[in-house]
């Protein structure tokens, strides 16, 4: 019998803390601006003890205000809600486990439900995610949502996590092969030094 999950509703309060386990920060992953956003919110309301708990329900409104889209711009939102979420479920995180030489892809959500009439949306995120999201103790990294809201490129959102990951040392230096792995850049873009 399958267990069926409470559905959390889930609003921006502005003080939100994302926490993950380093291997998720340095995984690999193809994401969009809004979906590096909507991931980290989403992240930021996980009850850190509570595996159980990955299901969510969030409003239009809080959408736009989680992916830091204007009051002009909030009917396309409603667009938007959906086309995240959809592209979310065939995107994958490819998560490098080099003490047991795995790699492990998994996909963000896996479930999506749309109440299209209510302006809303509920997204599970993978169970999968669990051992990187859930009950950490060491090897995570830990920032306030509002550092990252603001910023316009995705490339800013990853190469901050990458580094605050390394805060406490104080400098990170990266071949910029490993570079372009994480930030799932292709060789035949981002080709010269100013890029």
């Not at 892809?105 to 993978?126: M, N």
Request: include cysteine; glycine fraction near 2%; hydrophobic fraction near 40%.
């Amino acid at each position: 019998m399958i267990k069926k999950q409470t559905t959390k509703e889930v609003k921006v309060i502005g003080n939100e803390v994302v926490v993950q386990n380093n291997r998720l920060i340095d995984a690999s992953r193809t994401l969009t601006l809004q979906q590096q956003k909507l991931f980290s919110f989403f992240v930021s309301k996980l009850n850190p003890n509570n595996p159980e708990e990955t299901m969510f329900r969030i409003s239009v409104n809080e959408f736009a205000k989680a992916v830091g889209i204007k009051d002009s711009s909030i009917n396309n939102a409603y667009r938007d809600l959906r086309k995240v979420i959809k592209r979310f479920m065939t995107t994958v995180v490819s998560i490098v486990n080099t003490t047991e030489a795995t790699i492990t892809d998994v996909p963000i959500i896996t479930y999506a439900k749309y109440w299209t009439q209510h302006g809303c949306a509920d997204v599970r995120l993978a169970p999968e995610l669990a051992p990187y999201l859930f009950n950490l103790q060491k090897e995570f990294t830990r920032y306030k949502l509002s550092q990252i809201i603001n910023l316009s490129s995705l490339y800013a959102i990853r190469l901050y996590e990458l580094l605050k990951k390394n805060e406490m040392i104080g400098r990170r230096t990266f071949l910029l092969e490993d570079l372009r792995k994480k930030l799932r850049i292709s060789d035949n873009k981002l080709k010269t030094f100013k890029d």
